[in-house]
């Protein structure tokens, strides 16, 4: 790596993290063992993939045989960031000597982690060597919210059952128990959001958010076709309107509503559990364009699935003063792509609409690995985009880099 | 900047230019204020977009307040390619001293504008300056194109109006009024059109030019059906047959047509002017492949809106003889899109199909800025593509540059 | 050339090669003029672009003299790939003693080629110089598949006809003839397909190919369906239920399936030959999704025509355990498309997973020159990727490469 990189690397591994969008249980946000980590679709997906079978990843499977099988099959992905990530996290968390991962060290490492995992007060560790002042979980609607420090774990709404899956009777019930409403009508199921996303702010939620299968289009209903499509339990029609009621609300409470766009759920029907989301890269922002004109005083931080509509993003991030950018997602989340996406991001839109990154993780040793991968992606395009062409000094252009890791964060969410 | 890249560079910059796209108005090319600068939505948009409310781009407000409300939000964007051409522009012609603009040189550099714009002889200096030859203009089908150089700005008859708008009646009030023709037919509309772009050339126009939509498929009507879609007054129908005639009318006066795809308008009906317009990335050439194959003898210059298509326009100019490959467009023209594009199309399209770019400007004080940064990026590509790989020395590599940035404008247009 | 990238590109040149596919004839693989090469159409195409006459392509036209204008239109098309790969037959095969070529060199050229590819063991000289262990060929279905090594030319049963052209009596015509079934139900279409893929496997062949249009989606029919389409002849109901038939033969004779997908046939149709194909660039490998799903134990090596169209096989390879990640095709096969596509591939998929590159040539002479350009990239990558920050040594970098040029050729193919 060379020198100017290193400088602007340094500077930004001590900014502080607010990662504004995970999957961490905060009843159970670090790892308990060496599975927690390797037992995580990341790892099953990939090693299916290579071609290992799914027996082992049945329940009666011991663990430690689990993991190791996944660890044999890691030699057919070891090229992969993912892989990377792994590392790391044997490195920085239990001081794995090596530089190299292979099915040998297996049981050093499940030893080891059973060990180090199950510290006391191992997640504040994890945390503070992070430097991770706060995280956004993921919560569904009947989420109690309790038991957790939401000024460290902040609350996000996460409202794809309620769109998708409202003609569920059970979706209904739960939004029953949980609000005290049966959403039977449009008026019904406005009060029911509404009350829902109120106790959500009361418990500190900074934001709404939902993932979209690539042909959505968000659009309203008067109250009398809601009303029939909610009797006809018509999902497809129900679904971008209820979109559309939340996006209200949003409005209405103030919160930014994340769009994580793009996602075909269960394209590979016998993939592993959490390993079967794929896409149809025919999709584009204009399908949004009547929920950009009509909420202007709603924040959409944006995530696209696909590096090809990154560019789309840019371009409405650059137009539309209520489309943000934010993160990179998923399959867009290796290093190729986030290299071109930042690059066009960062040279076409007004700096202040940039959320950098979130990690997505699932247990907080991820946040690291993922965030370190990142930094420097955005030291090498700070050097090549700024420093070099002598437009940033190297001070300037860690300050930028703050802005995207971290001042956006706390504006954007109002932190 | 390496070395070679500097070399290069230099070697580029002594080139003339000849732009073949811009929208000066030749009776008021260059600008009068700061505010016909910062005035223009590549600033507006961006100011919006990072929170400047509109107010101020209201008539009544002080052009000197609109103007300082402009670049105090340029702090939120001076991480873009934008900004860098309004330093540039303030460096190179108001002597700015800085290396960096901030709103606090407001009315150091408004007044330095006033100055320095209404000099005497202010258009004859810029033009020197930038070494510009000629400069092509987009002029509506009834612009009278008198009083100014056609050597100088070239005219070139834009058809968006006639393609699109030609079911209101204004329109086919104004051909008449130009062409004394009423086009209530077939027959009267390819007359009207032939006349029309005959005055064209007789004035020294050397193109046509239209911006499309993103799913436009031009198609030919027979003359019942064009006069019935006459009679309807339909839109729908009408574009893609009007359109083909004027292709009909170039292959009569041999002009290049065009043809800028992509563009979807009023996406963002609440933007500032002229900062409303995006697009639809679903969209493929194959739809023109009808036209390419009727008219072998058109030259078809084609700009599309998305790096994406990119690729599609490479394949098709590698494949139809008839397809030029134009510049890097509105979306496109920022650096990394066009370090992609240019790299794309370099080293697989006959280089004698390849017109490199063209300003867009809106006063003349754009284009140098534009042409430095493609120059920039040009320099960077030939030194990494085909002098560092030893395939051209130095002197042949700015001779391929030269024929992107000039001797192809003048081939392809007949000039 | 940096000196990690020559030194990784020196490893990776001394790695033998098995090609996994090509257009090579068997009886006839190697150039027997110097119109071989240049009345391919890669050239021919290119000359035709950059404004030659396909008069000189006609028959009649004494070689020589279609050879020197090609040549004189290559002065326009210097700038490829393409022209690149000529330089070096030229040079490695005629010891041209030049680093460019010109028309003034036709004659040269000309005579040399007769000499040199007229001698005696000519086709074993190439061979050996390229270290070419196999080569794929592409075989119609009644190919006699005789009077050649098909340990070397591994025939491969190519089914674009029966799929697509089965309606065509001529088609069910010679199937009769080298089967002896007449297929006009679907027992019996079943069983010709059958004895189809037998005999080709009893001679050698190691997979079955075929190339896509856009908007294809595989499907079955019930026999009863399949019947009536056949009485029907009804081609857009057949083919994607004839595709599936033989997918169905691909797992009864583990043949892996290649899958080239996304070229449109015939968009400029008074192209040269086999230079008029392009494509639309909408199109999605979720139309694939039911194959996938239902054929777990076939392997689907896949090309995709653009380079857009790459995070998605990146993806579903990712994901699925039977989607490979096959090579650079066509339109994708020039430099920058290649270093984006290989980048994203070899930092996402599992390494097992990826064929790094086939030919697809028409004569042996260009395996060489296509398989350096491809070397060149590759070695670039790994630096960049690999070595540079740190992953793997030189010597890990250059088995890298030498899985994904030939190891996985190896397994992927049972060879
Ligand atoms: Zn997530
Ligand atoms: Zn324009
Ligand atoms: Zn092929």
């Not at 994890?126 to 989420?143: G, P, S």
């Not at 949003?250 to 509503?257: A, I, V």
Request: aromatic share 12%; charged share 20%; hydrophobic share 40%.
């Amino acid at each position: 790596m060379d020198t100017l990189v290193a400088d602007l690397l340094a500077g930004l591994e001590e900014i502080p993290l607010i990662d504004p969008h995970s999957h961490i249980d905060p009843l159970s946000p670090v790892a308990r063992s060496l599975e927690d980590i390797l037992g995580y679709h990341y790892y099953t997906e990939l090693a299916h993939s290579a071609g290992m079978s799914q027996q082992v990843l049945q329940p009666q499977v011991p663990s430690r045989e689990r993991v190791r099988e996944i660890l044999r099959f890691m030699s057919h992905y070891d090229n992969t960031a993912q892989y990377r990530w792994f590392v790391e996290i044997a490195r920085t968390f239990l001081h794995f000597p090596g530089q190299r991962v292979t099915v040998n060290d297996a049981d050093w490492l499940y030893e080891t982690a059973e060990r180090v995992f199950q510290q006391l007060h191992w997640e504040a560790e994890v945390r503070q060597r992070t430097r991770l002042e706060k995280i956004f979980l993921t919560n569904e609607f009947d989420d109690p919210l309790q038991g957790f420090d939401t000024t460290v774990y902040v609350p996000c709404l996460r409202t794809d059952t309620l769109v998708f899956q409202f003609h569920q009777p059970n979706t209904r019930q739960r939004l029953a128990a949980c609000t005290g409403i049966e959403a039977e009508d449009a008026g019904r199921v406005r009060r029911a959001f509404l009350t829902l996303m109120e106790r959500f702010v009361n418990r500190g939620a900074k934001a709404c958010a939902i993932s979209l299968p690539p042909q959505f289009v968000p659009a309203p209903l008067s109250d009398a076709e809601l009303d029939n499509a909610l009797r006809r339990a018509d999902s497809a029609a129900l679904a971008p309107a209820l979109f559309w009621l939340l996006a209200e609300c949003c409005r209405t409470f103030q919160l930014p509503f994340d769009l994580m766009i793009g996602v075909q759920r269960r394209v590979y029907r016998h993939g592993v559990f959490q390993g079967q989301d794929l896409f149809d890269q025919r999709t584009s922002l204009i399908q949004y364009q009547e929920l950009f004109n009509a909420f202007p005083e709603v924040l959409f931080p944006i995530s696209v699935l696909t590096s090809n509509q990154n560019q789309e993003l840019v371009a409405y991030s650059w137009i539309f003063p209520n489309v943000i950018v934010n993160g990179h997602w998923w399959y867009s989340n290796t290093p190729p792509y986030i290299r071109k996406d930042l690059t066009e991001r960062i040279t076409a839109v007004p700096k202040n609409k940039l959320i950098g990154y979130y990690s997505d993780a699932y247990k907080l040793e991820f946040v690291l690995p993922k965030y370190r991968m990142y930094r420097q992606i955005l030291a090498e395009v700070l050097a090549a985009e700024f420093v070099r062409p002598g437009l940033l000094s190297e001070t300037e252009a860690v300050a930028l880099g703050r802005q995207l890791l971290y001042d956006n964060v706390r504006t954007i969410f109002r932190l």
